[in-house]
Every structure is written in C-alpha cells, then in structure tokens.
C-alpha cells in the first residue's frame, strides 16, 4: 500500500515557533514532526511513501533525501522508499492527488503532513477493506470538537453528514476527521470526483472530495480512540510536545493494552432524576468534566458503560438515546473532555408492562451487574481489564467491576460494602487514582 503524505502546508498559526521551515519540519525533541510518521509507517512495514511538497519544499528534500540514508536526529536508517511531488503553484488539500493519479492504482493512505499519530494501521485497512467504499476517514474525539468539523455516521459507519465548524448545531457526538484517510483506487473511475480535479485548479479534499461521496454513500467512518493531534497552534505543538516526552502517543496503539475507566452514566456523571426520559433534565454533575478531562490526559480511555431500560419500557427511542448522549458529549466538549466510546444495554427482564418492547424484555448478559458492555469495550479497544476501573454509584455498577475483573470505585455519601473503596464524585477518585 502507497502511502501519500501532504508535507506543502505553510503553517501560518504555528509560525511564533518555526517560520523559516515547511510546517510538517517543525522539530519536535529536536526531530521533525514529518520524521515521526515514517517512523510509525516504517515500523508497522509500510515504506512505499509519496510527499507532496510546495512552500520550502527543499528542506524536506535535503533532510529525508530518497528515504535509503541516515537520519540526522537519530543516526539511525529512515528504511523507507521516498519519492517527490511538488507544486510549482498551491493546489489546495488534494490537487495533486489527480496529477499522480497513475501511481495510485492500489489502496493508498492520504495523511496530512501536520499531525502526530500512532495508529494500527493494519486495523483500519481491515475495516476499510470491509466496507468497501471509495474512502474511509479516520474519526476520533477531540479535546476541542466546538472549533471542528464533525462528522456524523449511521450504525454501519457510513459517513452521513459533515458539519463544518460554521454550520449550525445545537447536541452532537463529538467525532471529528482525524487527517489520515484511506482511498480505493476505484476513486478514479468516479466521473464526478474526476470532473472535479480536471475543473479545479486548487481542490480542497472535504469540501470538494470527501463531502461529495456523503450524498452516494460511498464515504466511511472509522473511529478509533488512538493519539491523533494536529499540530496548527502553539498550544497543541507544547501538547505534543509533552505527550511524546512521557510516552503516551505510541501507547495509544490499539496493537497496545489499554487502560480504561469505565464510568456509570446517571448518578455518575449526569444528575440522577430516576429514568431520564426528556433531553432537558440531562445535567452534568459538578467537577465531571474536569474528572473527564484528566481522565483524557492520563492516557486512560474514558468510556460510559449504562443500563438505559427506557428503551425496553418504550420510554424513549433509540434515537432519543443518541440525542441525550450527544447532548452529554457537547456539553463535556464545550469544556475540553471526551468520551472515548458509550456502551448502553436496552434490555430489562421484567415483561408485562404497557408501551414496553416485548423484544428488549429479555434477560441479557450486558445489563450491569452482568460484566457484557465492559467485555466488549475490552475486546473492541484491547483492554487490559486488571489494570482499569469501573465507577458508579450502584451496587451493579461494582459488581459488573468485579465480575469482569476490574478495580472499583462507588460514586456516592452512602458506602457500598462490595466497593472497593467510597468517594464522593468522579473527581475525587480521578485525583487520587488516575496519573
């Protein structure tokens, strides 16, 4: 598989800490943020790289060479095939892709030359391979989803909606385009897609390219919780800069054991008002998004697992769920956390009720005290489950803990004799266990 990285961007908002150089040059730890994603590509086997190069395209030249030689910052071999396509003029996000077109006759991996990542490439190439669309983003939340464009899917991961940051939204699930996508060569068979580079001298990918495939269905979603961060301010670069120093970006390769922190939703995070049936009565409880924010920094996944029986009672829809959820992941986001993943069981035992779902009265293995959403979060991220925690502020929620073979916290003013230890709130088991 071909690999084409966008290396020509000027970096205008990160220029307070490297003017003279192509942003994707900028030094990070005295190595090149561009050097950081052949490192990730060369070691997972993918060598065959293309960069896209314009503004001071020479220093990216001079530095990497064909790939073969040794790297100044590490003296060690870069051990990767490079070959150049540069832009005598700007040709927007994605002009040049048409214009190398007949090099990309297999799958190739578009990635933006601003962002540090570590990702399992091999686990997204199988899924896009699945789902068999043109192109697949890969999605992820992000600590900011207020300044972004946010991509919504169906329950089969396509792509069914792309709000840019200017468009109108009121509850959303915080997923945002991460910068690498995957392409099928079928691409240029798209008469449409292909009109579109011969009539454009400058093509911008997601407005001119990715948002046309939404409307055709042939635009998939893959979201993964691993390390992406965009490099375009001085914040994010001493972000970065910092997460790379302590370890944390390759340790959020999903080829890695994660740590999680599975967290109850009502009474948890959100206020408890008995079954939560009206999107209004939804409200976070005081410290949660700071506790979910430290939580996000640590490393550890942030992930809700919740019995919603309102489902199985006919109280509220599926798609009233999502709604109250993304209200949840907005307001978290609005204060810079996020959620990693939300497991819900829609189940209950009990039957013989009016309104009820007579399919969702069932007794499950995924209702808490049963362990089933956190053995699937754990199969679906590769969690280590002796090394997470589970938090709530029910009898069940310490249970499932135990029954899956985690820690456990119980959220609450009462003790619960099967928790491990009390706490008040989300924060104060973050403080005092969570680094």
Known sequence: MKIVIM????????????ADVPKPMIRILNKPILEYQIEVLSKQGFKDIILVVGHLGEVIKQYFGDGSGISPATGKPFGVKIQYFTEEEPLGTAGALYLIREQLNEPFLLINGDIIFDIDIKKFYQYHQKKKGLVTLLTHPNSHPYDSGIILTNNNGQVINWLHKEEKREWYKNRVNAGIHLFSPDIWLNNTICQIFEEKKKVDLDRDILKKLVKT???????????????????????????????????????????????DRDGTINKYVGFLKDIDDFELLP????????INKSGYLAIVVTNQPVIARGDVTVSELELIHNKMETLLGNEGAYLDAIYYCPHHPDKGFEGEIPELKIKCTCRKPEPGMILKAAKDFNIDLEKSWVVGDSKNDILAGKHAGCHTAFIGQCGD??????????LEFVKKNIK
């Open 7 to 18: 290396a020509g961007g000027k970096g205008t908002r990160i220029a307070s800490i490297k």
């Open 287 to 294: 410290g949660v998004a700071e506790a979910i924010r430290q």
């Open 217 to 263: 269905g042939e635009l998939y979603a893959y979201d993964s919780p691993e390390y992406v961060k965009d490099m375009g301010t001085p914040d994010r670069y001493y972000s970065v800069t910092e997460d790379i120093a302590l370890g944390k970006i390759e340790a959020k390769n999903l080829g890695n054991k994660q740590k999680a922190v599975f967290l």
């Open 417 to 426: 004799q099967e928790a491990q230890e009390q706490y008040t709130t989300v």
